[in-house]
């Protein structure tokens, strides 16, 4: 098949190889914009996608050192930093563990309905929260927490605040009751709303009636479909669109037209990464 033919080409993975690799600062962190102060969540990302493509990280003993000296206190950095060490195969601290003991035991990062620019989704918290305590072993009080995020579930079968969907929040919440043990398949009608996403030529949308898919929804919906045991109708044709999304840095813009960045480009390799096996 055509798309297999281009997933073959390595010369995709190589481009982001360097991508990647050109935008490592001084002090062993990232950024996707160069010359710009190394941060958390690029860091993570970009050792995500070293691992993925199987290629090497450089100057990781510097990587390690600038994530240890970084103050990490809110759930973002919290995430990202303890994400980036566990890559790194380093151990994580006593007050880096304090830290997310703290926010799972706190009701605010279960509550929030509330959804800021740089945020996924009014979930993302819920998420790296139960993520982290999967990771490490934490205890979840799940008996409280899987009301709060099936109280979120809309009558078209997704989620979202204020009877909103949206598949970037049906993402999240579904993610989230997994790590909770329940398993999404149980849910019913929420795969028809996740269905009216999906786009014959290819993509997903944020909601039903989107005209213009994007890199983001795009990885939410081929994810959520996994999440439900479900499989991308149109994988030829999304494999396209996500491939037509490359930029000539080797990195990946949330459409054809766009800057890449780190974010887009990790969504981009785990889509594709993840139709490869349809």
């Known amino acids: 098949m055509a798309e297999a033919k281009k997933l073959e080409d390595k010369s995709w993975g190589k481009k982001i190889t360097t991508y990647v690799k050109n935008r490592q600062n001084e002090d062993g962190g990232y950024t996707f914009c160069q010359h710009a102060e190394s941060n958390a969540q690029d860091t993570y990302y970009a050792l995500e996608i070293l691992s993925m493509l199987s290629a090497s990280s450089p100057n990781v003993e510097e ?13 973002f950095s919290i995430y990202y930093v303890t ?9 994580i601290n006593n007050v880096l563990k304090k830290r997310i003991a703290a926010q799972i035991d706190s009701l605010v990062s279960f509550n929030s309905t509330e959804v800021y620019s740089e945020i996924s989704s009014e979930y993302t918290t819920t ?4 993520e982290l305590a999967n990771l490490l072993g934490f205890e979840k009080e799940s008996s409280k927490l899987l009301p709060q995020i099936l109280n979120f579930k809309n009558k078209d079968g997704g989620f979202g605040s204020q009877n909103h969907s949206n598949i970037n929040s049906t993402y999240f919440a579904l993610a989230s009751l997994s790590f909770l043990k329940m398993t999404a398949k149980k849910l019913d009608n929420t ?13 997903f949308t ?5 005209a213009m898919p994007y890199i983001e929804h795009t990885y939410y919906g081929v994810l ?27 990195g990946f813009a949330r459409s054809e037209i766009g800057i890449s960045t780190f974010e887009n480009t990790f969504q981009a390799i785990s889509i594709l990464k993840k139709l490869a096996h349809h």
Do not use: H
């Open 63 to 75: 990587t390690v050192k600038w994530l240890n000296e970084l103050r990490a206190e809110s759930i």
């Open 83 to 91: 994400k980036a060490l566990l890559l790194c195969r380093e151990k």
């Open 127 to 130: 998420f790296m929260t139960l």
């Open 191 to 203: 795969i028809d709303f996740v269905r009216k996403c999906e786009k014959p030529n290819g993509g």
């Open 206 to 210: 944020v909601i039903p009636i989107g």
């Open 224 to 250: 959520t479909l996994d999440l439900l045991g479900e499989k991308c109708r149109y994988p030829s044709q999304t494999i396209d669109f996500v491939l037509e999304c490359q930029n000539r840095n080797g």
